[in-house]
T-cell receptor, first 117, second 112 residues
Framework: EAQVTQNPRYLITVTGKKLTVTCSQN?????MSWYRQDPGLGLRQIYY???????DKGDVPEGYKVSRKEKRNFPLILESPSPNQTSLYFC????????????????FGNGTRLTVT | DAKTTQPNSMESNEEEPVHLPCNHS???????IHWYRQLPSQGPEYVIH???SNVNNRMASLAIAEDRKSSTLILHRATLRDAAVYYC?????????????FGQGTELSVKP
């Protein structure tokens, strides 16, 4: 089944303890992206990757890192989490970022709810 | 970055059509108009997208204004399962298609 898989689904951690949220897709998609969702603020893009080894900042990249060493995986790294990073996180992928019409629909994971105390 | 504007919330009755509007006055010629919806406790899911012409699929229809500065997502017969937050976004078809702005979307409630 074609899907985007995020792990873990729920995570509670303490301030300053490094963590990684994994994202994997099995559709050979070039484009991957991370979002956070907070009440009243909608979905905000953190980072995106147009292809392997190509990453760029979204609207709210501060406090996050990403890497894209292989096509299927796009982990989100919080080197020193803080309480203001408590949020619901979504990973998404699409065949390509642009190009012809069929490339563009985004597929989302089920989300990771992170709490930083 | 081109942005979209949607009403915060809308209400509909079950079995009736729903028209969800979206304004995108700064749309560029290479932007596709995408719609996604997010059901409670789930990730967003793709609904439909288009460039210039109106589009239909099994989920909905997309009506695009002639000047492309606005669009309307049409649910022909709303069901209780259509209660969700609906997002309208613009996605560049070329090399700038990476950065996306979702906004807060429209929360649709459906009354039985």
């Amino acid at each position: 089944e074609a899907q985007v898989t995020q792990n873990p689904r729920y995570l509670i951690t303490v301030t300053g303890k490094k963590l990684t949220v994994t994202c994997s897709q099995n559709m050979n998609h070039e484009y991957m992206s991370w979002y956070r969702q907070d009440p009243g603020l909608g979905l905000r893009q953190i980072y995106y990757s147009m292809n392997v080894e190509v990453t760029d900042k979204g609207d709210v990249p501060e406090g996050y890192k990403v890497s894209r060493k292989e096509k299927r995986n796009f982990p989100l790294i919080l080197e020193s989490p803080s309480p203001n990073q408590t949020s619901l996180y979504f990973c998404a992928s699409s065949l390509r970022a642009g190009g012809s019409s069929y490339n563009s629909p985004l597929h989302f994971g089920n989300g990771t709810r992170l709490t930083v105390t | 970055d081109a942005k979209t504007t949607q009403p915060n919330s809308m209400e509909s009755n079950e079995e009736e059509p729903v028209h969800l509007p979206c304004n995108h006055s700064t749309i560029s010629g290479t932007d596709y108009i995408h719609w996604y919806r997010q059901l409670p406790s789930q990730g967003p899911e793709y609904v439909i997208h288009g460039l210039t012409s109106n589009v239909n699929n099994r989920m909905a229809s997309l009506a695009i204004a002639e000047d492309r500065k606005s669009s309307t997502l049409i649910l022909h017969r709303a069901t209780l399962r259509d209660a969700a937050v609906y997002y309208c976004i613009l996605r560049d078809m070329g090399g700038q298609g990476g950065k996306l702005i979702f906004g807060q979307g429209t929360e649709l409630s459906v009354k039985p």
